[in-house]
């Protein structure tokens, strides 16, 4: 037997606003997370202060990633000047997915040319072991002053959003060591080692629930959990090993606010993904809106699901394909526009700047 019993379903809990309202429960983002109709489609998009914007290179060119990342009130105006720029509905914090696994046991290291590098990856099941529990957050205190500040500088009318790897994402980059393509030392250990794996995940979980609702306390009014390599696996396998970790990562916030639960690769899981839980289901481009609607049931909020390869096209393309994926959401409540992955660091400002002009546009019910 390699599958832990999975907890009751956490998919569709009660949210309550305690009194009183503040004016981001009433912002288009958060109407649209609990399926209220909205008089226009919200809008913000993944890595929306990146690469593509000359600022944020400007920042880039005096501090390393991680320093960003570590320096709240540096992170923080990255995005609060990106939001301003681009007239988005939501503020994501500026952070990543690893840095929770410093305080776990994890060597990382955002090597130049390299991304991120683990220098002590998990590669056996005795390895497993020397991953520590988050039960200390204060490593991690960077992150929620981050979330404190963006959400103090932010118009009080739009939310921030938290965020966090999903398990099977974090498990990958601990396995691998870093980035892979086909995360075959991910899946060795998961076939070969199931005690371990589930172990590995239960750890991982515990520590991503921790972490959520941490950044709750600090402010946020969402979070997001991206599980941005699990496509690389089945259903079956999915729902084996992978589905219980995902519900435990995100049950204890969900009683708490909306959560995004977003992945990528593979629209198979698509049914699997609202059954391990999520307000909002995050999809890319490789299905069409209605039919990803029709896969979690429209008792979901959706997000998504423009491919950020658009943006490198012209800016009347932009606009077409804004209003085909406005089009297939059919103007039913519960519709988050956003791109199916992250801004390409080399798409044209212009092209961002023309999406969420036609967006707005397209999306405006009035």
């Known amino acids: 037997m390699d599958t832990p019993p999975p907890p009751p379903s956490p998919s569709r809990p009660p949210h309550s606003v ?27 998009l993944m890595r929306q202060a990146g690469r593509y914007l000359p600022e944020y290179r400007q920042v880039r060119g005096r501090v390393a990633f991680m320093e960003l990342c570590k320096t ?15 007239g988005v509905d939501a503020a994501i914090i500026f952070s990543d997915l690893l840095p929770i696994l410093e305080p776990m046991g994890l060597d990382l290291e955002f090597a130049a040319g390299e991304g991120p590098v683990i220098h002590n990856p998990v590669r056996e099941a005795g390895d497993v072991a020397r991953i520590r529990e988050l039960d200390d957050l204060d490593p991690l205190a960077f992150v929620f002053d981050c ?27 601990c396995i ?75 049950a204890a916030a969900l009683e708490r606010a909306p959560v995004v639960h977003f992945a990528t690769g593979n629209p198979s899981l698509l049914p699997l993904l609202a059954e391990a839980g999520g307000t909002v289901i995050g999809v890319d481009w490789r299905i069409g809106l209605d039919e990803a609607w029709r896969a979690i049931g429209h008792d979901r909020a959706i997000q998504g699901n423009l491919d950020p390869a658009v943006l490198l096209a012209d800016r009347a393309t932009v606009r077409r394909r804004a209003g085909d994926v406005l089009a297939s959401a059919a103007g039913r409540p519960g519709h988050i526009f956003n791109l199916g992955h992250g801004v390409h660091p080399q798409t044209p400002v212009e092209n961002v700047l023309e999406l969420i002009a036609a967006v707005k546009e397209f999306g405006s019910r009035a």
Do not use: N
């Open 72 to 86: 709240p009130s540096l992170a923080a105006e990255v995005m609060l000047s990106t939001v301003a720029r681009l």
């Open 147 to 173: 979330v404190r500040a963006t959400r103090a500088g932010l118009d009080e009318t739009l939310p921030v959003i938290g965020f966090a790897g999903a398990p099977f994402t974090l498990a990958g980059y």
């Open 176 to 250: 691998e060591g870093g980035t892979s393509k086909a995360w075959l030392h991910t899946k060795s250990l998961m076939y070969r080692e199931p005690s371990a794996w589930h172990d590995l995940m239960d750890r991982l979980a515990r520590g991503v629930s921790r972490y959520l609702l941490a950044q709750l306390d600090a402010g946020a009014q969402c979070v997001q959990l991206f599980d941005s390599w699990v496509g690389c696996l089945g259903p079956e396998d999915y729902r084996r090993y992978v589905l219980p970790h995902s519900r435990t990562a995100m």
């Open 18 to 44: 305690s009194p009183p309202r503040r004016p981001w429960d009433d912002s288009l983002f958060l109407r649209a997370c609990r399926r209220e109709a909205v008089p226009r489609t919200p809008v913000w």
